[in-house]
């Protein structure tokens, strides 16, 4: 079995790469920063910039999902691999956002999905969708591990009020997701949500980060009255400041029964928000 890895230099494809070589499963890693001495590796990227390839048996993806639908419908793969990829719980939790390249994102995930899965059935291909949560574990993510960077510089770690229960999910919990697909044939051609194993709040998903920065922060809580204020100082952050009192979070009900996969509950160390390289 060769697997092509999408975006096997990101924070998922960081972690699934050693467990596709523990399974003794041939790979080809794809991305733009390849490494020049390694003959696994091609370089190239989504959707206009990849290079010719050879048969595999199955395509990984955790790179964008338009790239990826775009791509596939204008070219033709020798075989029927399996695709599995990620999408985004955002597809649905930002479906009806006050903000509207938030709803443009959206839209954008449920087309690319769609026409990936118009695809593959009209060519025969196998295919298996992740939507995951927040995701974290690599250092890389655009959502805590910033916050965390920041406050390792500066000694000091923003507290929001927050209400809304949060489901963090490591990549390598996704990584392992993806190899279960690989070698389930009850997988193909769902869509599986994924989040993390427990269910907390937004409040407390931000102290325990800021209990596994490594080093010592001063906390500075923000009452509402002031994410009000940095919302109106800041428009771009009015989408993430509303949601901080929105549930996001996935149900694992059918990612546990049918792949076996039960992802960690969100306990971080310092480790965590050091970038892999």
Request: aromatic share 6%; net charge positive; proline share 9%.
């Amino acid at each position: 079995m060769t697997v092509l890895v999408i975006g096997a230099s990101s924070q998922v494809g960081r972690f699934l790469l050693p467990r596709l070589d523990a399974l003794e499963c041939d790979w080809i890693g794809l991305s733009r920063q390849a490494p020049a001495d390694d003959p696994r590796w091609l370089r190239g990227h989504l959707p206009d910039a990849m290079p010719t390839l050879p048969p595999v048996t199955a395509i990984l993806s955790s790179g964008p999902l338009d790239g990826l639908a775009y791509w596939l419908t204008g070219t033709r793969l020798e075989g029927t691999p399996h695709i599995i990829a990620t999408s985004s719980m955002s597809a649905e939790t930002k479906r009806d956002s006050d903000v509207p390249t938030e709803r443009e994102l959206s839209l954008r995930l449920r087309d690319a999905e769609t026409k990936l899965i118009a695809t593959c059935a009209s060519r025969g291909m196998p295919w298996t969708l992740f939507r995951p949560t927040l995701v974290y574990g690599a250092g890389m993510d655009k959502s805590i591990s910033p916050i965390v960077h920041a406050a390792q510089r500066r000694r000091v770690f923003p507290l929001p009020a927050a209400r809304g229960q949060r489901q963090p999910v490591h990549a390598d919990d996704i990584a392992a997701a993806f190899v279960a697909a690989l070698v389930t044939a009850r997988a193909r051609g769902k869509t599986f949500p994924i989040g993390g194993g427990e269910r907390l709040s937004a409040a407390e998903m931000f102290r325990r980060a800021r209990r596994s920065a490594g080093v010592f922060t001063l906390p500075v809580p923000l009452p509402r009255a002031a994410l009000a204020l940095a919302g109106l100082a800041y428009p771009g952050l009015i989408g993430p400041l509303r949601r901080l009192d929105s549930d996001l979070i996935a149900d694992n009900s059918e990612l546990e029964a049918i792949l076996g996969i039960h992802p960690r509950p969100f306990r971080p160390d310092p480790a965590t928000w050091a970038v892999r390289v």
